[in-house]
C-alpha cells in the first residue's frame, strides 16, 4: 500500500516539473515533447499511452495528454498554466497522503514489535 502511495507521489511530482518544462519550452526554446519527456522518468511512458495509474487520478494524467499538442503555441501556453494549479493540487495531495500513510505504517510496525517483545518476555 505505501508502495502505491510513493509512486503515485512521485508521478504527480514528476507530471508537475514536466508540465513546468513544457511552460518554458513553449515560451522559449520549442522542442518537441519527447525531447523534453526523455529527462523523466515516467513521462515518456505516459506520453506513448502507459496508465500509470488508476481511477480518477489515470483520467486527469490521461486528459492532461490528450490536450497537449492540440492547439497552437499560445492557447498550448494557456492550456499548461490551467492545469498547473490542478498538478500542483494533486502533487501537494499526493505528497501528503504518502507522508500521512508511511509514518503510520511506521508506528504500527514499532507496536507490533513492542507487543511481540512484551508478549515473549
Known sequence: MSAKKKRRMQ???ELYEFNEQLLLNMKYSRLPMEKV????????????????????????ISDYVFNLGRSD???QI?????????????????????????????????????????LLA
Open 73 to 75: 503555441a499560445l492557447s
Open 78 to 118: 494557456d492550456y499548461l498554466n490551467e492545469r498547473k494549479t490542478v498538478l500542483t493540487k494533486c502533487r501537494d495531495e499526493s505528497s501528503n497522503d504518502y507522508k500521512k500513510y508511511s509514518s503510520l505504517y511506521i508506528k504500527i510496525f514499532f507496536l507490533l514489535g513492542v507487543l511481540m517483545a512484551i
Open 11 to 13: 508521478i504527480f511530482a
Open 37 to 60: 519527456a526523455k529527462n523523466f522518468k515516467f513521462m515518456p511512458e505516459v506520453l506513448n499511452g502507459k496508465i500509470l495509474l488508476e481511477g480518477k487520478d489515470g483520467e486527469i
